[in-house]
């Protein structure tokens, strides 16, 4: 059948059989991961169903027949209660299980991002085309990774290429917006070096949405209101939709170099640089980004290791007119300084973790006074140990004590989760408490909010948000076997949690200052968050999969949303795939998937309504590394009416179409 397996190298934190994909591989269902492994749950490689959390993997596979442009494409399509939408100035919002976006830790292959723009991390320094697999554990974890994993985390993580080299080129054009995304990667593996080189560039045209009422049946409210008769507010009520969305362009290069030096120590260097500009009505948003890293891993044999690293991101934002003036002789600019050291020992089946962090925190921009600079170090130091009791129980407890200079905050975050195997089925049981220390802008914010007379304003009196989850999960797992081959398998994962989350830094009336009307930085009461999540999974010999997920949630307490995203109770993903080779020239993958979210629980309900969006996605594969992707998204035109913060980025149905070249494989024959 042309398959080959690949054995990714332990030292690389993967220990997973892929299969090949390239164009002489029959890219049917029988392509899965065998036994995969990740690493985010537990800090260190894990097979998947051995994982002491639920972790969500959405892998390279996923990520292809998803033929998403973007992280928030990708997230959106694969997994329910997730949802971006606007912020102010247009910036990406998230809203994960009502969690906005400085609840949820995002990482790149473990790395912490620098800057954020309205609480949360710039999604677009996020670029599919090297990536491997994403990880999602949702719920608290900061007894590995500290502030900010208050209601979960996702690490996207790199993809390691095996092959002597290899080379793509990419370009695909989308009609909303008339998007153009070109890339190209380029990597080399020798028994000592491993280089992995990825460039893309998008580019995106503003996009005028149509107004939710014509100006014919405006003007008839604004009759009915003149003759005192009933009319509709909300036609009225145009101010709070969207009109326009903002052009953009990206361009985005990462470089990560692996060298084995011996078989027992092998040094990783990286580094990457992007730029995106926003272009706004009367001036336009550039936004730089440059980081680098080198880590070191000795491993004395299977049993022990130490990983020592060093980190540094910076994430720069600046505002231009039209003749190339700056609005600000000073914007604002993130740096991030992080040292990391974790030793791993084994002791037989069991073993034990121990690792500590430095990272130093500086943050200038003009929305401090005097456009001042602040800055912070956040110290911790945890452990972690994993007790296999029997081939069936495992037990993994995990401490962490992090203390932060600038507001002389100190968090103990813990966790504990039981795995049990029978025959049939893995019960898991998991608590874990989280928390995200106030950031420098939340403690010494003071800005005259657009020049309108409204000032926020920060306290350096905060506390600490803190949380605590609950879960239980069933997890079925099975593969069919007939005549010892393989002849399908399916997987069943039923989750239910409960996340109480105290303490939520938000804004209050600050009342008068200096004869302006305030907003405070304050410490909110709790909210508690009960949910289930339900996953579904089944694959056929014959070519066809189903993949279905389900998320209710509900919500006590002070409610966590604001004007900008609303947690919806009822959210479903789904996809039906098809994949069969049907000459040694041509294969083809379909997926027909969609999305459903339900009606927000609270917000503005007359313009906040639920809706499914669906897509249809054909990847044929064409002689030897040639990839044509077609796809049609929003089959069934659905339009927002009106468009607000939450509305879908759609004007209805829309089409794309992708090339993507494979130059080794058109070289050599495999």
Not at 638 to 649: A, F, G, H, N, T
Request: proline share 3%.
């Amino acid at each position: 059948m042309g398959k080959s397996l690949r054995i990714v190298p332990a030292f690389m934190a993967l220990s997973v059989l892929t299969v090949n994909l390239s164009a002489q591989t029959r890219l049917d269902s029988l392509e899965f991961e065998l036994e995969p492994v990740v690493v985010t749950a537990s800090h260190s490689p894990k097979a998947l169903k051995d994982a002491p959390v639920v972790t969500r993997l959405i892998t390279l596979r996923d990520i292809k027949l998803t033929d998403a442009t973007n992280i928030q494409d990708m997230l959106t399509q694969e997994i329910p209660g997730l949802e971006f939408g606007f912020a102010m100035g247009q910036e990406t919002s998230l809203n994960m299980s009502g969690f906005g976006g400085n609840a949820v830790l995002f990482l790149l292959d473990g790395e912490r991002m620098a800057g954020e723009t309205m609480d949360n991390v710039d999604y677009n320094r996020m670029n599919l085309d090297n990536v491997g697999r994403i990880e999602i554990v949702k719920g608290a974890s900061s007894a590995l990774y500290g502030s900010n994993a208050v209601g979960g985390v996702i690490n996207i993580i790199s993809r390691e290429n095996l092959e002597p080299w290899t080379a793509n080129v990419n370009s695909r054009y989308n009609s909303f917006g008339h998007e153009w995304r070109n890339g190209a990667s380029f990597s080399f593996n020798t028994k000592k070096w491993n280089s992995q080189t990825s460039f893309q560039h998008t580019k995106i045209d503003p996009v005028n949405l149509p107004k939710a009422h014509s100006a014919e049946e405006i003007a008839a409210e604004l009759l009915k209101k003149a003759q005192g008769l009933p009319y509709d507010e909300s036609v009225l009520e145009d101010d709070a939709n969207l009109s326009r969305l903002y052009g953009q362009k990206t361009y985005n290069i990462k470089e990560r170099l692996i060298w084995r030096t011996t078989d027992n120590l092998t040094l990783t260097g990286r580094a990457g640089y992007f730029y995106r500009t926003s272009e706004r009505d009367t001036y336009d948003y550039h936004f730089n980004s440059y980081s680098a890293g080198l880590k070191g891993k000795y491993a004395w044999n299977q049993n022990r290791s130490l990983e020592l690293s060093y980190a540094y991101d910076q994430y720069d934002k600046a505002n231009y007119m039209p003749d190339g003036t700056r609005t600000h002789d000073h914007d604002y600019s993130n740096r991030q300084h992080v040292a990391h050291a974790l030793f791993s020992q084994s002791f037989g089946k069991n073993n034990l973790i121990v690792g500590a962090d430095f990272m130093h925190d500086y943050l200038t921009t003009y929305q401090f006074i005097d456009n001042a600079g602040h800055s912070q170090n956040n110290i911790d130091g945890y452990a972690q140990f994993d007790w296999n009791i029997t081939p069936q129980l495992n037990i993994v407890g995990s401490m962490r004590y992090d203390y932060y200079s600038a507001s002389a905050q100190k968090a103990l975050t813990e966790r504990l989760a039981v795995v049990y195997k029978f025959p049939w089925m893995t019960l898991r049981a998991n608590y874990a408490s989280g928390f995200r220390a106030p950031t420098l802008k939340e403690m010494y914010m003071h800005f005259d909010m657009g020049n309108m007379g409204y000032m926020i304003i920060g306290n350096p009196d905060l506390k600490p948000e803190k949380s605590h989850n609950i879960n239980l999960a069933i997890e079925r797992q099975h593969r069919i076997q007939r005549g010892g081959f393989f002849d399908g398998s399916y997987s069943f994962t039923l989750m239910g949690y409960c996340n109480i989350f105290d303490k939520r830094i938000t804004t209050i009336d600050g009342g008068l200052y200096q004869d302006m009307e305030s907003a405070l930085y304050w410490n909110e009461e709790g909210v508690t968050v009960w949910g289930i999540d339900l996953s579904l999974g089944y694959v056929m010999k014959n070519g066809l999969s189903l993949k279905y997920n389900y998320s209710w949630m509900r919500e006590t307490g002070n409610v966590i949303y604001s004007q900008f995203s609303q947690p919806r109770s009822h959210s479903m993903t789904w996809r039906l795939g098809y994949s069969h080779r049907f000459s040694r020239h041509y294969a083809l993958d379909a997926a027909l998937s969609g999305r459903n979210l339900g009606k927000p629980q609270s917000g503005h309900t007359n313009v906040d309504q639920g809706y499914s969006i669906w897509k249809l996605m054909l990847q044929h594969h064409i002689w030897r590394g040639v990839h044509l992707n077609t796809a049609i998204d929003n089959l069934f035109n659905y339009k927002p009416r009106p468009y607000y913060y939450s509305s879908p980025l759609t004007t209805g149905t829309s089409f794309s179409i992708g090339l993507s070249i494979d130059i080794n494989d058109l070289i050599i024959r495999n």
